[in-house]
């Protein structure tokens, strides 16, 4: 079976920890450029720490997904550096107490992230993988 992944490049959000870290750690094997981003910047550090053997491929990056102008820059920044072939917007939150005792924040919280995020870095993306 082709490799679909190799010698592409592609950005996880969410890379630090979880599925996110899985899924960038498995395009680094497979032999793809990738660009791991957190909000968290002790978790990227630790990611970054576990997956030194791909330090030539691998890049890490505080971002946070819900703000547009934030991510919109940092797309910007990769492609001005390599073609952009793949983004996975992975990148969640999520909120496991009562339903009736959850705040209008936390759910301003889990939607800005897990919603916006992902229309914010489709939103950056789009015209440079279509362009």
């Known amino acids: 079976m082709k490799n679909l992944f190799a010698g592409k490049t592609c950005i996880v ?7 996110g870290f899985g899924l960038g750690k498995r395009l680094l094997e497979h032999g793809a450029h990738v660009w791991l981003s957190s909000r968290t910047p002790a978790n990227i550090k630790a990611a970054q720490a576990k997956l030194t053997e791909f ?29 952009i072939d793949y983004l996975f917007n992975n990148a969640g939150v999520g909120y496991t107490g009562r339903f ?9 919280d ?17 015209p440079i993988m279509i362009g």
């Open 55 to 83: 330090k030539d491929w691998a890049h890490f990056d505080v971002i946070d997904v819900r703000d547009a102008d934030q991510v919109t820059n940092y797309i910007n920044g990769i492609a001005e550096q390599i073609r």
């Open 100 to 108: 009736t005792e959850a705040t209008p924040q936390m759910w301003e």
């Open 13 to 19: 959000t969410g890379a630090s920890t979880g599925i």
């Open 110 to 126: 889990v939607m800005s992230c897990n919603l916006y995020g992902v229309v914010n870095g489709t939103t950056a993306v789009a």
